[in-house]
């Protein structure tokens, strides 16, 4: 964990609890939109096996899980966060009716996932596990609820590789995105938190070892946007 951040499941509870009015807008806005094309990418690619039930883990507004449900996957959410939830609730309260059910959300912590073993085919996180507590942990939580051949996506931001990408996003990342942050949420320590844990969360190849040492096979990656977020994919053989 990164010096001076503090990641207790208590204070990003509340610090996600103190945003969630206003983080669908300032995500898409912040990202310039972007973040919607790297929802659909990670979409893309786990839907190619054609999961029946997935796990979102923290889920926050539900974007992901919304996404799957309309992919015909039976989908349940987790995060720690009850406001955010509450906004995932209300989002899917207009979803159209089909056979398959709509999201289910249930507020719960990645380190203690309150289902029994092998019960998904799917697990997602979007742009969440650098927030964990205890990552080890969760990741073999993960893998505990994982089907034998399911598989999981994560999405998480990152630090560019190239000098030039990497010195204009850091500039952005760390002087800008805090102060509209700041005056649309009025929470300036969420978004000064947001480029501080990026900056700790470990990155490419180092946090494929994490998924390795956790018992996941064929694990990748594949920088999104120049490396700006990445895709990192992995099975439970």
């Known amino acids: 964990m990164g010096e001076g951040i503090r990641k207790e499941r208590g204070t990003i509870s509340a610090m996600f609890n103190s945003i969630a009015g206003s983080y669908d807008f300032l995500n898409h806005l912040l990202s310039l939109g972007i973040d919607k094309r790297w929802r659909k990418r990670l ?40 406001k955010m939830l509450d906004r995932a609730v209300e989002k899917s309260s207009t979803l159209p009716f089909t056979s398959t059910p709509v999201p289910v959300f249930v507020l719960a912590s990645a380190d203690e996932i309150p289902f029994p073993e092998a019960s998904f085919n799917l697990v997602t996180i979007g742009f969440g596990i650098r927030n964990f507590e205890n990552r080890a942990q969760s990741l073999s939580e993960i893998f505990r609820v994982l089907t034998p051949g399911g598989d999981l996506a994560i999405l998480e931001f990152a630090s560019p590789k190239n000098k030039l990408w990497r010195f204009l996003y850091t500039f952005y990342f760390h002087n800008i995105l805090p ?9 300036m320590g969420a978004y000064t938190y947001l480029p501080e844990s990026v900056s700790e969360f470990p990155q490419y190849e180092a946090f494929c070892s994490e998924m390795e040492k956790a018992g996941f096979k064929t694990v990748r990656f594949r920088p999104l946007t120049g490396g700006v977020a990445v895709l990192y994919t992995a099975e439970k053989k």
Request: charged letters at 25%; zero cysteines.
């Open 179 to 187: 102060i509209i942050g700041k005056i649309i949420s009025k929470d």
């Open 43 to 82: 979409i893309r690619e786990v839907i190619k096996k054609s999961p029946a039930t997935a796990l979102d883990v923290a889920s926050g507004t539900g974007d992901i899980a919304i996404a799957l449900y309309h992919k015909s996957v039976k989908v349940t959410g987790i995060d720690i966060a009850q």
